[in-house]
């Protein structure tokens, strides 16, 4: 078993097979880097001919002129395998030696190692991977274990194979359901993927949805950047009102005569932008990645009808898994009752750790504490 360099053709092959695979750990992420001249490797360990373990791993930003590098959601390997220990420790090794060279400090990594976490009635987690033979695998080897640092450590996903799409309705919570039907039925809501040029639309919605929540929302370029590297991988998609519809409903019509006029609704009509979405699509899963709505008109349920046909498709698509992505796992927080009203699971993370590689790294990772959850995703 030896630590190398890969090739390209190596780390997309690797990565895409992987069980542990992810689009930040893709061959599509590793161009957008390199796109955007930051320093970046393709590093791995091979047991033979046969690549064991892979990471893209990236320059992040500086401390006393040595560079923190990170391998977001990395690195990749089978980490249920028996001889997964050693693959870590050369990786680790190997890594420590080649990164230290490169004016290193600290390695950062953040595995996707999951496992369905333990929750109480409100669905507040009920213990962590701390303590566990897994993290003793890691921190064994000189790792420290920073929780939820950077990369998130809960997650809300849905198994799309135990659903069938003609009975998804009935699936999920009954509010949620009420919603949905309104925007389906009585308001005959449409959805329709942005062109780049609209992308504005999302910034818009999500800018205005950070402001309720408490998020970090990307800027255009990341969303444009992101559409350059994955192409048909990423989709942005918008739901849309008929200006005529909401003027009607404005009004107080009867229900029964809104949903006629949304019935006489053609291309020609104006449409009012109600909720916006990112998603990366991949053969393993659909990732519901940054979004947007508008409080205005929150009632005519934009999100709840996104949510209701993006799983839809996935579901179409025998895709397995609909990954709602970070979440803040406590009581009565809004974006996480909302997640939760699509009876999924919440995924725990492993978590994430960082390799101090000298002195400087060692000194760094002396002020950094452990973070079960943040408050801000």
């Known amino acids: 078993m030896k630590f190398c360099e890969l090739e390209e053709r190596e780390f997309k092959d690797f990565s895409r097979e992987c069980s542990a695979s992810s689009f930040l750990q893709s061959i599509e992420m590793y161009y957008r880097y390199k796109n955007k001249n930051n320093e970046t490797y393709l590093l791995g360990v091979k047991d033979g001919e046969k690549v064991v373990a892979a990471a893209l791993v990236v320059t992040k930003y500086k401390v006393l002129g040595r560079k923190i590098f990170i391998s977001p959601r990395g690195f990749l390997a089978n980490f249920k395998s028996k001889n997964f220990p050693e693959v870590l420790a050369e990786f680790t090794k190997g890594a420590k030696t080649f990164l230290k060279k490169k004016g290193g400090a600290v390695l950062e990594i953040s595995p996707n190692l999951t496992r369905v976490a333990k929750v109480d009635k409100d669905g507040v987690p009920l213990e962590d991977y701390r303590g566990t033979k897994e993290e003793k695998m890691f921190t064994d080897l000189g790792y420290k274990n920073l929780g939820e640092y950077e990369f998130v450590k809960w997650e809300y996903a849905l198994n799309t194979q135990e659903i ?22 009585r308001y005959q809501m449409r959805m329709r993927e942005l062109e780049e040029k609209e992308l504005v639309i999302l910034k818009k919605l999500s800018n205005e949805a950070a402001e309720r929540h408490g998020f970090i929302t990307p800027s255009l370029d990341y969303y444009k950047e992101m559409k350059e590297a994955f192409s ?54 659909m990732v519901y990645l940054y979004s947007g709505s508008s409080s205005k008109y929150s009632k005519y349920g934009g999100p709840h009808f996104l949510q209701y046909e993006i799983i839809e498709e996935a579901i179409h698509k025998k895709i397995p898994k609909y990954n709602f992505y970070g979440t803040n796992p406590k009581k009565n927080d809004g974006v996480y ?11 725990e993370y492993i978590g994430t750790f960082m390799l101090p590689l000298n002195l400087v790294g060692k000194a760094f990772l002396a002020k950094k504490r452990y973070q079960n959850v943040r408050d801000i995703h």
């Open 232 to 285: 048909d991988k990423v989709k942005f998609y918008v739901a849309e009102v008929a200006e005529k519809v909401v003027k009607a409903a404005e009004a107080g019509k009867e229900p029964s005569e809104i949903k006629q006029i949304a019935s006489e609704v053609t291309e020609e009509d104006k449409f009012i932008p109600v909720a916006a979405a990112m998603f990366v699509i991949s053969k393993n899963e």
């Open 164 to 185: 069938k799409a003609e009975k998804l309705l009935s699936y999920i919570r009954s509010g949620h359901r009420y919603a949905t039907r309104l925007a389906l039925e």
């Open 337 to 347: 009752e909302f997640k939760r009203g699509y009876h999924g699971e919440l995924l």
